[in-house]
């Protein structure tokens, strides 16, 4: 069992968020045996969508899934790429598919999260249409050598997916992120407080 896993299993709750993790970890896995062995691994997705509320650990999880892969070696770099709109639309005619491409290339070998995607439709203009036409084409470029997640609130997700059916064939898990509840939120506490020491009386 590798640190980060280990990690992942000693957060506060998201019991079901843990048990999806472990299913993606097996199905990585799987995926990279059956390439080894010379297996068609074309149809195969691999990319995935972290739904929830801010504060929900989407981000966190995400960190910890990129160095869990690592350290089975299922992807080649233990690299977490977290970009926006801003980092993926361009000013110009023309800048953003190079936008695109480039945070593909950051994220070669590893993970590309893609926070509050459905920004990129949002707003009329501004290039967000060719902004996601890019990502589709980059992640069938890229498939053997990026994993995308998609990162934002359920609903707005849910139009995100409508406004392109290539991005949702391409997903392959969907994470659903609940809201800590109070006695979650104490526990959290209680653990951040045992870590840092706050209520230690040594001196």
């Given at each position: 069992i590798s640190n980060s896993y280990d990690k992942l299993q000693r957060m506060v709750g998201l019991t079901e968020i843990k048990s999806i993790i472990d299913q993606i970890i097996?199905?990585?896995?799987?995926?990279?045996?059956?390439?080894?062995i010379g297996l068609d691994v074309t149809g195969i997705s691999k990319?995935?969508?972290?739904?929830?509320?801010?504060?929900?650990?989407?981000?966190t999880v995400a960190r910890l899934l990129t160095s869990i892969l690592y350290e089975e070696k299922v992807i080649d770099r233990n690299r977490f790429v977290e970009c926006g709109r801003q980092d993926l639309v361009g000013r110009y005619v023309g800048w953003t598919a190079k936008q695109v491409e480039e945070q593909f290339r950051k994220a070669m070998g590893g993970i590309l999260f893609i926070d509050e995607a459905y920004s990129l439709v949002e707003r009329e203009g501004l290039y967000?249409?060719?902004?996601?036409?890019?990502?589709?084409?980059?992640?069938?470029?890229?498939r053997d050598d990026v994993i995308v997640i998609f990162a934002g609130y359920p609903d707005k997700m849910e139009r995100f997916l409508e406004k392109n059916e290539g991005l949702r064939s391409r997903i392959a898990?969907?994470?659903?992120?609940?809201?800590?509840?109070?006695?979650?939120?104490?526990?959290?506490?209680?653990?951040m407080s045992r870590?840092?020491?706050?209520?230690?009386?040594?001196?």
């Open positions: 097996s199905s990585q896995k799987m995926n990279k045996l059956r390439r080894e990319h995935m969508i972290f739904t929830g509320n801010p504060g929900s650990a989407k981000t967000g249409d060719e902004a996601i036409i890019t990502i589709v084409q980059m992640m069938e470029n890229y898990f969907h994470v659903d992120f609940p809201d800590y509840n109070v006695e979650e939120l104490c526990d959290i506490l209680k653990l870590e840092k020491d706050i209520f230690s009386t040594k001196r």
